[in-house]
């Protein structure tokens, strides 16, 4: 059950749902769970989280060039802009505050899914194996 529960926790900490999930994370560390599953499960789950961000982002594009809020030329300007500058943000996915948006934003400006997903991935893992590194050198 636990693992469920840091699974849903860390999905919806990524999203634009208030919460954190560090806080199981080192709850769950202090029980002695596996901690490889455990970077496993947090880092799955935060990084679909901000996945739906993303695709939120592409839904938005969708309805705002269907309404004519944006044109197809600006959305051009803004992939070519992400792609050349925005994509190293995202290793800042998993920041407070600035976290969300960004993951929302590669989704406007359409960057490539699984590049994404490998970037974002990355700095879910990094930013639990902080914790963890924390966890470690104070207990």
């Given at each position: 059950?636990?693992w ?21 994370f080192?709850?769950?560390l202090s029980?002695?769970?596996?901690v ?6 947090a ?6 989280g901000s996945?739906?961000n993303?695709?939120?982002g ?5 309805f705002?060039?269907s309404?004519?809020y ?5 959305i051009?300007?803004a992939?070519?802009?992400f792609e ?10 998993w ?7 960004l ?9 490539t899914?699984w ?12 930013r ?9 050198a104070?207990?």
């Amino acid at each position: 059950m636990s693992w469920l529960t840091l699974f849903w926790t860390s999905f919806a900490s990524a999203t634009f749902l208030p919460g954190g999930s560090e806080a199981l994370f080192v709850y769950l560390l202090s029980e002695k769970l596996d901690v490889i599953l455990l970077l496993l499960v947090a880092t799955s789950g935060n990084t679909l989280g901000s996945f739906v961000n993303y695709w939120l982002g592409k839904y938005a594009l969708v309805f705002s060039l269907s309404k004519r809020y944006i044109t197809e030329n600006q959305i051009q300007k803004a992939e070519k802009l992400f792609e050349r500058y925005g994509s190293w943000s995202l290793l800042f996915s998993w920041a407070p505050i600035i976290g969300d948006p960004l993951t929302f934003v590669a989704g406007i400006a359409r960057y490539t899914w699984w590049k994404f997903l490998l970037i974002v991935g990355f700095a879910k893992m990094a930013r639990y194996g902080f914790v963890y590194a924390g966890f470690v050198a104070i207990f």
